[in-house]
């Protein structure tokens, strides 16, 4: 087993200002363009990477990441590479299974543009269930429990008694969470209504118990300045 496991989401992203603005206002574009493994960080994400910096440069020498992997998208690459800048700590590989929720043909679309272009998906969505529901071309949060299972296991095989830190996406720290604790549906949607949405830079956090991994802390924000 690791003997840690810290789990960061990404930096606010242009993403996630841009389709709360549109969604709400009902529009067919998002002010984003290109793919979306290319979403750049914000200003505001920018800061929230140097933030989680200034908590890694806290730990005592002892306690810090021997092992960084991100996500191979922009925006987490990019938040540990501010979150690391001046700081002795090892160099960052990328991992394919630790991307974002893959949306398929509804990548980067609005919620009009989907009930456009797609008017069937809703109906479809709501008959199969949201755990086992995959877009068109896209994934479920089933694969994505299955893909995180992999990752986990070749990590516990490679990096046994090593200090892990992760920097990836929303739906992979929930599911993460989901994969390690054997959390069912039900449990997983009860935990998102307790906690709220996984947040940008937030930090979770696992330590070794005895050969299982114990949650220390999720989705927490302590480390961030006020918004």
Not at 26 to 40: C, K, N, Q, Y
Not at 133 to 159: M, Q
Not at 189 to 208: L, Y
Request: no cysteine; hydrophobic share 45%.
């Amino acid at each position: 087993m690791v003997a840690e496991l810290i789990l960061v989401r990404h930096g606010q992203s242009l993403a996630n200002v841009a389709f709360p603005a549109a969604d709400a206002e009902g529009l067919m574009e998002a002010a984003v363009s290109g793919r979306d493994a290319e979403v750049p960080l914000t200003g505001t994400g920018e800061e929230q990477a140097a933030a989680l910096g200034r908590w890694l440069a806290s730990l005592p020498e002892d306690r810090r990441p021997e092992v960084v992997i991100t996500s191979p998208y922009l925006r987490a690459r990019e938040t540990w590479r501010i979150a690391a800048d001046g700081l002795d700590l090892p160099a960052p590989t990328t991992d394919d299974r630790l991307v974002d929720r893959l949306m398929g043909d509804l990548e980067l679309l609005t919620r009009a543009a989907v009930a456009a272009r797609f008017p069937d998906e809703a109906a479809r969505r709501a008959r199969t269930g949201e755990f086992e529901y995959a877009p068109p071309g896209g994934e479920s949060f089933a694969d994505i429990a299955v893909r995180l299972k992999s990752f986990l296991d070749d990590l516990r095989a490679g990096h046994p008694g090593e200090r892990v830190i992760v920097v990836a996406h929303d739906a992979v720290v929930l599911m993460m969470r989901a994969v390690i604790e054997q959390l069912s549906w039900d449990e997983v949607i009860a935990v998102e209504k307790e906690s709220g949405n996984v947040r940008n830079a937030s930090i979770t956090r696992f330590v070794d118990s005895s050969g299982v991994l114990r949650l220390d802390r999720y989705n927490t924000i302590d480390h961030l300045p006020p918004a």
